[in-house]
């Protein structure tokens, strides 16, 4: 199986290796310099690059191209267009132009831009991001790229991304050279653990409500939940089984390192982790895998969920962002072997805690969707107060620096502003706090807020730019200084005394948390509507604007997107919601009422005397529910009309939180109630049991 790996690794994949063998010398050199220095490429050798990728596609069966890019819907989009160029005496031949590979004009007016761009005003252009190599899909050649209109604003995902990866990458070289080592390149790292729900496709295509919203907004608890804990880490259904094996395989082909997959905690869940790497890069392969857990699910009779909360009472899903920092071999993040290594360590993670304290509720933004809604805060993933865990031992050395006492490490040492008396401790620091949004694992943070659907590249871009920021003030104060040791370890200690309030190792499920971190001033903002705000607030835009990561407007676009996305989630949630009450759960526990009625009638009709007591007591819930389904039905289609008439998308999107979904949730109770007594050959909806246990 080793040989047949090393042999699927890569193959569809125009990577380095296939680079080095198949372009000129002098053109794989011109081209290393653009994807490592960020070199301009010259159009004569993209020519030749284009002429050498396109055959190369070609003897995988490519027959078009796309430019791969990342809308504000947050998936993918791509559109093909072939290398057929037909000749005068009726033949073809196969052309692909340098100008081609570096540059599209797909126009795709008709995504979410927030206003930066009408319809009839501007194409929107992509741009080859070379640092993400070309791969070969579905007979497709995939040029990853960057989405901007014509006048150079970003319309996607991945644009602020790359501009943040800039932005950290020149100040960590700033820090760096302050302390002896000038490097080309620091490199944000990125390894994402996906989690996802596999269900029959049988089920699946008898529920309207997880076939329009990707989760369930009917269903009663199963008696067995995942309370015993027996499915984690359990042995792996042969049907989900032949799926990660096919999967890992085609994500291989890809270039993209899957290396764990398991069954996770909650009945049918499981997760992949792939190795980490280049922050877009990462985010690249993430976005695939999403794709192709789909289309690999289909081939097995399975339906890949990757809502964030597919079950109500069931643990959701989500997305471990695991960040760090390296260059040349050597991760920042490591607290290393000597007291200057050290100093420089707690130089980079006092940059990261001052970052995510200043900037949490930015942070928080990134992590905001209607479906991580239901995920945060429920006593299965960290609340929505961003908070960091550092370890006991770390935050030990942390209280010394604060206050000037001896660290009761293995040596005990008094701390002062000498860099020498800063103390050696393990590298081990790692985390065991399953509570924490965001926590330092020995040699990177894993920030454990993400959901499983979204795209990583808001949450890095804004961690990049917030730690840019810091990393940038670190130099402005230290670079002058006549004693750059002592200046550093003056900082570090200035910078954890004002920021430590957002260190917290305990339970962040508690509600004493809570109480806590509204007396820290921690921003505790739980729902979609109310995080988004922040990306209006000024002191965020004048970050984003400072390191040219998006302007103002490009924030305020995002806003506009991001509470209209919100408002149109909870449309199709409340209309899917009336449709399968209205056609299918009122008239199924009518049709029971009529059944169980008539067996009453029948045993009247045989003997007067025999009871029918248990009919009566049945009908009259089942009466009950139905009448409250009824009278939820109007109320959500009431409540419903008048929000989405509402024209300011702000008070829609607060609206839709907080009187929409409360008679959702209503609607909800009355029809889980009734699931409960009703016959289960009435009830239109595959049952939790029948989703969450298939055997095969």
């Known amino acids: 199986m080793a040989a047949t790996v090393m042999e699927l690794y890569g193959s569809k994949v125009f990577n380095e290796h296939e680079m080095r063998e198949r372009l000129p010398s002098s053109t794989y050199k011109s081209l290393k310099a653009t994807i490592e220095k960020g070199q301009p490429l010259d159009l004569d050798v993209a020519n030749v690059v284009a002429s050498v990728m396109k055959r190369w596609a070609i003897e995988l069966g490519a027959t078009h191209y796309t430019h791969w890019f990342q809308p ?190 398991h069954n996770e905690v909650a009945p049918s869940q499981h997760e992949l982790a792939p190795i980490f790497d280049t922050a877009n890069v990462a985010i690249d392969h993430n976005l695939l895998t999403m794709e192709l857990m789909k289309k690999i699910a289909a081939r097995h009779g399975l339906v890949c969920l990757l809502h964030e909360k597919p079950f109500e009472g069931v643990n959701g899903s989500g997305k471990h962002n695991n960040w760090s920092l390296s260059t040349d071999g050597e991760n920042l993040l490591d607290p290393g072997d000597t007291p200057m290594q050290n100093l420089q360590f707690m130089v980079f993670l006092s940059a990261v805690i001052k970052a995510v304290d200043e900037y949490a509720d930015l942070l928080r933004t990134s992590v905001a969707t209607p479906g991580n809604d239901h995920r945060l805060g429920a006593n299965e993933a ?20 604060c206050s000037d006492s001896p660290y009761a490490g293995p040596v005990k040492m008094k701390m002062d502003l000498g860099v020498d008396v ?86 962040g499920y508690s509600e004493a948390w809570e109480i806590e971190a509204e007396r820290r001033g921690l921003p505790n903002r739980k729902c979609t509507p109310d995080a988004m705000v922040a990306l209006k607030d000024p002191k965020n835009i004048k970050l984003m604007e400072e390191f040219g990561v998006l302007t103002r407007t490009e924030m305020l676009s995002r806003y506009e997107v991001e509470m209209e996305h919100y408002s149109k989630v909870l449309n199709i949630e409340a ?73 300011d998308e702000t008070a829609k999107a607060h609206a839709y939180h907080d009187v929409v979904i409360p008679a959702m949730e209503k609607l909800r109770a009355s029809a889980d109630a009734a699931e409960e007594i009703c016959r289960e050959d009435y009830w239109p909806l595959p049952c939790y049991s029948r989703l969450l246990y298939y055997t095969e």
């Not at 009871?611 to 009278?631: F, G, I």
């Open 72 to 261: 504000l819907t947050g998936i993918t989009s791509e559109k093909h267009d072939g290398f057929v160029a037909p000749q005068h005496d009726g033949t073809a031949i196969m052309e692909f132009s340098g100008k081609e590979l570096i540059k599209g004009e797909p126009d795709a007016s008709s995504f979410p831009s927030g206003g930066l761009r009408a319809t009839a005003e501007a194409r929107g252009y992509t741009a080859w991001d070379p640092t993400s190599y070309a791969f070969v899909k579905d007979d497709v050649l995939c040029i990853p790229t960057a989405f901007c209109s014509y006048t150079g604003e970003a319309l996607d995902k991945k644009t602020p991304l790359l501009r943040s990866m800039k932005a950290i990458s020149d100040q960590a070289r700033r820090v760096l050279h302050l302390f002896g080592k000038d490097v080309d390149q620091v490199h944000t790292t990125v390894g994402p653990e996906q989690e996802y729900f596999l269900i029959r496709k049988e089920d699946y295509e008898k529920r309207l409500d997880i076939v329009l919203t990707g989760r369930t907004l009917f269903g009663s608890a199963p008696s067995k939940g995942q309370e015993l804990e027996e499915h984690y880490f359990g042995v792996i259904r042969p049907v989900v089984s032949d799926f990660m094996k096919e999967l890992d395989e085609e994500l291989w082909k890809l270039g993209i390192p899957a290396k764990t997959k």
């Open 382 to 401: 960290p609340p929505a107060i961003i908070s960091i865990f550092v370890g006991e031992e770390l935050e030990a050395v942390i209280d010394a620096i």
């Open 422 to 507: 800063l103390p050696k401790f393990s590298k081990d620091t790692t985390d065991r706090n399953r509570t924490s949004p965001f926590a330092f694992t020995g040699n990177k943070f894993e920030f454990r807020m993400p959901g499983s659907t979204e795209n990583l590249s808001d949450a890095n871009f804004i961690l990049n730019t917030a730690v840019a920021k810091e990393l940038r003030d670190f130099c402005s104060e230290t670079e002058d200084a006549a004693d750059f040791e002592c200046a550093a370890a003056a900082w570090v200690k200035k910078t954890l005394n004002e920021h430590r309030r957002v260190i917290f190792n305990g339970n």
């Open 575 to 647: 209309r899917t919601m009336l449709k399968i009450a209205n056609k299918q759960l009122i008239p199924a526990v009518t049709a029971y009422m009529d059944d169980v009625a008539g067996t009453a009638a029948t045993k009247m009709a045989v003997n007067e005397s025999l009871s029918t007591r248990a009919e009566q007591k049945l009908l009259t819930k089942l009466s009950q529910y139905a009448d409250e389904m009824s009278d939820g039905v109007d109320e959500l289609q009431k409540v419903a009309d008048e929000v989405s008439a509402m024209t």
